[in-house]
């Protein structure tokens, strides 16, 4: 078992860390104030913006882009679309380069590399037909569109991915789609061309295989975005998480992913290294939190003392040191089981990491808050942003309370202990 980042993974992380701190970061700043002025002056957030077309232009001629793209995909895709070394990468090796781009909240979106985006483009790579790829992927790839991922509905307990009450019943040549989703990433980019929708096709089978995974255009007949929905008082602009309705939506049987009743597996599949990405990407945002506290513990001064030196803070900055480290451990542990057994073989690894990185996280930017005093509520600086979004990353991608029921339910299974 061997952690250490291979030269190509090394490079590319020093190459992201340094195109974060000197082309994004810069911008970042300005474009949450004009973010803020859009919405104080009846403007439109959700528009892209110039800036961040400029940036990915940047990224992409410098070969910093899709390198989300994992390993086995080498040839056509990685070649065409900008990834450096025309091969994808492990997730061990994605993992520092995925932490770096979490320092950022742009970085991501800037390299063509943010959540759901890349989770759909895994979908497709792995489980599309080549007439999907060509369609979508392509597209998807090269920046042009961008994407949503529909699951979750307002009315069952979604953390059950089972209970999908939303239909995609095949009639004939087609499949008619009706039902409610919320809180699907992705929609509110006005660039959103694509919706990846799980249905209830069979409500006859077997739990695991009632379900399918359906493309849905997002200006097909029937598709309305009824409202974008804050997390914690943030709309994620230009991105977002809307509710949205489904009505007698129609679209060619050849719109199922990997066929009908596939939509579990697909799940499993698609969700497994985009934990990984999730939680790597967290402990860049924890890094970036613990600097921020450490920069203004030494630099404030209250009741004749820097900050660092009140009220057991160096004790909590040295906790907050040892839970991120011991947390990229953990990530890259999962990382490397997932390279060398897959999916089945990491799950409970994956759901300690799932678990374990968006409370690290949550503790220590809520430190860093806590220096910087009220100013850490405002969005003057990046921390309530970053607390609402490792708070929101603790329900996305299933709740703690069923990742750590699939730890306590393997590791029991090691005492003979039944489902």
């Not at 490079?11 to 474009?31: D, G, I, Y």
């Not at 209970?163 to 990433?185: C, P, Q, Y």
């Not at 997002?218 to 309305?224: K, L, N, Q, S, Y």
Request: charge should be negative; charged fraction near 25%.
């Amino acid at each position: 078992m061997d952690f250490e980042p291979s030269a190509r993974a090394a490079e590319l992380s020093a190459r992201v860390r340094a195109f974060v701190e000197t082309e994004v970061e810069p911008v970042e700043a300005e474009l949450h104030r004009e973010l803020r002025r859009l919405r104080e002056t009846g403007g439109d957030p959700w528009a892209p913006q110039p800036a961040v077309k400029e940036l990915q232009a940047k990224a992409r001629s410098q070969g910093l882009w899709n390198l989300f793209l994992p390993a086995g995909h080498e040839g056509p895709y990685a070649e065409r679309y900008g990834t450096d070394g025309g091969a994808g990468l492990s997730n061990v090796d994605y993992a520092p380069v995925a932490e770096e781009m979490g320092r950022s909240f742009l970085a991501p979106l800037v390299l063509n590399c943010n959540a759901p985006d890349t989770g759909n483009m895994e979908v497709l790579l792995r489980y599309g037909t080549q007439e999907q790829r060509d369609q979508w992927l392509d597209p998807l790839l090269d920046g042009r569109i961008r994407s949503a991922f529909c699951m979750t509905e307002p009315d069952v307990a979604s953390s059950d991915a089972t209970n999908m009450e939303l239909t995609a019943a095949v009639d004939g040549d087609e499949i008619v789609v009706n039902g409610r989703k919320w809180f699907s990433s992705g929609v509110g980019n006005p660039e959103c061309a694509l919706l990846i929708v799980m249905g209830l096709t069979d409500p006859e089978a077997d739990r695991h295989h009632r379900h399918s995974m359906v493309l849905v255009p997002r200006d097909a007949p029937g598709v309305e975005v009824v409202r974008m929905l804050p997390t914690m008082g943030f709309y994620d602009e230009p991105i977002g998480h809307g509710e949205v309705t489904f009505t007698d939506v129609r679209v060619p049987l050849s719109s199922f992913v990997s066929g009908p009743g596939e939509a579990f597996a697909i799940a499993q599949g698609r969700l497994g290294p985009g934990r990984v990405h999730h939680c790597m990407r967290l402990i860049g945002l924890a890094e970036k939190a613990l600097e921020l506290a450490c920069r203004r513990g030494v630099s404030r001064t209250a009741f004749g003392k820097p900050l660092v030196n009140l009220g057991g803070n160096r004790e909590r900055i040295a906790k907050a040191r040892i839970a991120i480290d011991s947390t990229r451990l953990l990530v890259l542990n999962a990382a490397w089981k997932l390279d060398v057994g897959g999916p089945l073989d990491a799950l409970s690894e994956v759901s300690q990491i799932k678990a374990a990185a968006p409370a690290m996280a949550q503790e220590v930017i809520d430190f860093a808050m806590q220096l910087h005093g009220g100013g850490g509520m405002t969005d003057d600086f990046p921390l309530a942003g970053a607390w609402a979004n490792a708070r929101a990353l603790r329900l996305a991608d299933g709740p703690d309370e069923v990742h750590l029921g699939m730890v306590a339910r393997l590791e029991l299974g090691k005492h003979g202990v039944a489902r």
